[in-house]
């Protein structure tokens, strides 16, 4: 019997080594001619490290959708650098834990103080893109989604905390999701360690106090992720080995994509895996996941440099604007090299939703931290071929219930043309 036992588990992990990518030929037959770029990149799929999912939607009688996903050399062993994306999860958590501290009187737009714990630490007592111009949750997330903003993540991950970023992450089903790294530059140790704050009302009386904070728990890090045949290190050096992605955050495509399936359509997934949000906070992260720049003076962006497309990838062509009938609710990331878009698609005009996901690698020079990556060259034509090719495919595509979207048909702002403030340049995203 302990013979059985122990081959049948060296079998398990054999299996696992020569697990092959999932490929489905619907999606590599409907992409065969999305575009020139796109075709290259499907056509070396080891090389730009390229993993695609779309999901079809389709609607019944009474309006409840059904999903159908299609993969493209989808591997959740495949590391790809979640860059920003890894703001979507921490803005979820973050309106989640507020409503954990509700007998508090804290919402969404209570000021929080973020105080200094750490010689590495900054504190943050006010935020100059707010109107108000006083640091807030929900100010935070307005930036992590309208522009990718690094110092908004910053401080909702120093809200939630490492250790309670895990912990709910793998309550909800997502067990091999890793959010252990701030993007300020600091070692393993540090990022254990989160700043304490407080919230206040708006004579300045405290409301909640939060400690600093410190993640007890391990990681295993022991799964080597090597990239690239060199890059350059902190002394702008050349160093002629691969790079080290051992112990950065790393989440799978597909649950990325399931986290957002579970704000756009919560009673899609159990209830032991939805964000605990309120219908306020469903409509919250919905609006501003699907906001352009444009249509907010509070954070007020310069729309020259953040234009209506620059977070929406499948969207994303030189003319740098939107279908005006078309809503993207996404979150995007990009860093050395990875580009990633994960969103859920809505033509209000015609009737058409969609998921679609995807992510690619492109450093042809295999040089990280260079600053030289393909991404105008390679990058954004392809997740713009595949995301067209998606859409147009989708306007055509027959279903016997037409969605009623009114859920996602949203009201957004405009400028205020009396509002003189200048427009923020040049964020840290």
Excluded at 112 to 135: C, E, F, M, N, R
Excluded at 164 to 176: D, E, M, V
Excluded at 268 to 285: G, I
């Amino acid at each position: 019997m302990m013979r059985i036992s122990i081959l049948g588990v060296f079998l398990l992990f054999l299996s696992r080594l020569t697990a092959q990518p999932r490929t489905d030929a619907f999606l590599t037959n409907l992409l065969a001619d999305a575009g020139p770029v796109a075709k290259s990149v499907m056509a070396a799929p080891d090389k730009y490290r390229v993993q695609i999912i779309y999901t079809q939607i389709d609607r019944d009688a009474k309006n409840k959708p059904h999903f159908r996903h299609y993969y493209f050399n989808y591997d959740p062993q495949l590391y790809f650098n979640p860059a920003s994306m890894v703001k979507m999860p921490l803005a979820f958590l973050s309106l989640e834990k507020l409503n954990a501290l509700k007998a508090t009187d804290i919402q969404k737009n209570t000021t929080v103080l973020i105080d200094s714990s750490q010689p590495w630490q900054h504190p943050y007592y006010k935020d100059t893109t707010a109107a108000s111009g006083l640091p807030t949750i929900g100010h935070f997330t307005k930036k992590v989604f309208l522009i990718s903003d690094n110092d908004a993540y910053n401080r909702l991950y120093q809200f939630v905390g490492q250790q309670q970023i895990h912990q709910q992450l793998r309550s909800k089903g997502y067990p091999n999701a890793v959010i252990s790294r701030q993007f300020l530059g600091l070692t393993q140790e540090q990022n254990r360690h989160t700043n304490a704050l407080r919230f206040v009302d708006a004579k300045g009386n405290l409301l909640y106090q939060q400690p600093a904070q410190y993640n007890p728990d391990t990681f295993d890090f022991s799964r080597k992720i090597l990239v690239g045949k060199g890059y350059l290190n902190r002394n702008d050096s050349l160093v002629n080995e691969p790079f080290d992605f051992s112990w950065h955050n790393n989440i799978s495509l597909s649950d990325f994509q399931q986290m957002l399936q579970s704000v756009m359509f919560p009673e899609s997934v159990p209830a032991s895996q939805r964000f605990q949000l309120t219908k306020d906070d469903y409509h919250f992260l919905r609006y501003w996941m699907s906001a352009y720049p444009s249509e907010t003076d509070d954070p007020k962006y310069d729309t020259a440099q953040y234009f209506d497309s620059y977070v929406k990838f499948f969207f994303y062509d030189s003319t740098h604007r939107m279908p005006a009938q078309v809503r993207v609710f996404n979150k995007v990331g990009w860093a050395y090299g990875f580009l990633t878009d994960v969103s859920y698609v809505a033509d209000f005009a015609n009737k058409v939703e969609y998921m679609l996901s995807a992510t690619v690698y492109v450093n042809s020079d295999g040089i990280l931290n260079d600053d030289k990556y393909d991404i105008d060259d390679i990058g954004h034509p392809f997740l713009y071929q595949i995301g067209q090719s998606i859409y147009q495919y989708e306007l055509k595509r027959e279903r016997k219930h037409r969605p009623d979207l009114k859920a996602f048909q949203l009201k957004y702002g405009q400028r205020d043309p009396n509002d003189k403030r200048p427009p923020v340049r040049n964020a840290d995203n």
